[in-house]
């Protein structure tokens, strides 16, 4: 099946400091990227959808500007967070459906770990 | 927003016992499908169940889906240590670029 990583595994930062997490297809080319949000205990709650070459579409209460998109290409796609705060700490997932693959079907990334000081 | 409640939110069993969760949903799915996920790990995608499908199997897992009643059960036979982890189903909106929603899900203990 469809492989999809993340980078890096795990990043610890300061208050303040901006992190970009990274998602790539290893396999296929991406037609839709997925960036999810998980905090401890709970469920994934999707942030954005990107498409390659387009702007991200953001759910509900997720701050465009403080959580930035990049889908720069059909295998990668980033999530930056700027000026990151305690209260950003959270497993950050993505996942991506691919072209000539079954597109009710998302691939997920081992996730990124990221815990603000 | 979640659109899928899972229930109940955390089960505790003995190794062989069944074990089920379920789910219900709001609005119409093209699709609805279970998750595991070990503590701090990714998804494992486990089963898809069609919205025209009533019931699927896969190895020790049953997955059911009632269109009527907007729920789904997931059922894991037979269950092993290694089966403890939290289990998601996640629905798939119709249309615009595809949307999985993730309930909240079940946190599942299997003691030997």
């Known amino acids: 099946g469809a492989v999809v990583s993340q980078h890096p595994s795990w990043v610890i930062c300061k208050s303040g400091t901006s992190v970009k997490i990274e998602c790539r297809s290893l396999?296929?080319?991406?037609?839709?990227m997925f960036w999810y949000r998980q905090f401890p205990k709970q469920s994934l709650m999707l942030m954005a959808t990107?498409?390659?070459?387009?702007?991200?579409?953001?759910e509900q209460g997720v701050e465009k500007d403080k959580f930035l998109i990049n889908h720069a290409s059909l295998t990668l796609s980033t999530l930056t967070v700027t000026s990151a705060h305690p209260e950003d700490s959270s497993f950050y997932i993505c996942?991506?459906?691919?072209?000539?693959?079954?597109?009710?079907?998302?691939?997920f990334g081992p996730g990124t770990r990221l815990t603000v000081l | 927003s979640q659109q899928g409640e899972e229930d109940p939110q955390a089960l505790s069993i003995q190794e062989g016992e069944n074990a089920t969760m379920n789910c219900s949903y709001k609005?119409?799915?093209?699709?609805l499908q279970w998750y595991r996920q070990n503590s701090g790990r990714g998804l494992v995608h486990l089963i898809l169940?069609?919205?025209?499908?009533r019931e699927k199997h896969s190895g020790r897992l049953r997955v059911t889906l009632d269109t009527s009643k907007k729920s789904s059960s997931l059922l894991i036979t037979a269950s092993r240590a290694a089966d403890t982890a939290s289990y998601f189903c996640a629905t798939l909106h119709i249309g615009g670029y595809n949307k999985l929603i993730f309930g909240a899900g079940t946190r599942l203990a299997v003691h030997p």
């Open positions: 990107s498409n390659e070459g387009s702007k991200a579409t953001y």
């Open positions: 996942s991506a459906t691919f072209s000539g693959l079954p597109t009710d079907t998302q691939y």
């Open positions: 609005t119409s799915i093209n699709n």
């Open positions: 169940i069609r919205s025209n499908e």
């Open positions: 396999d296929f080319q991406a037609t839709t």
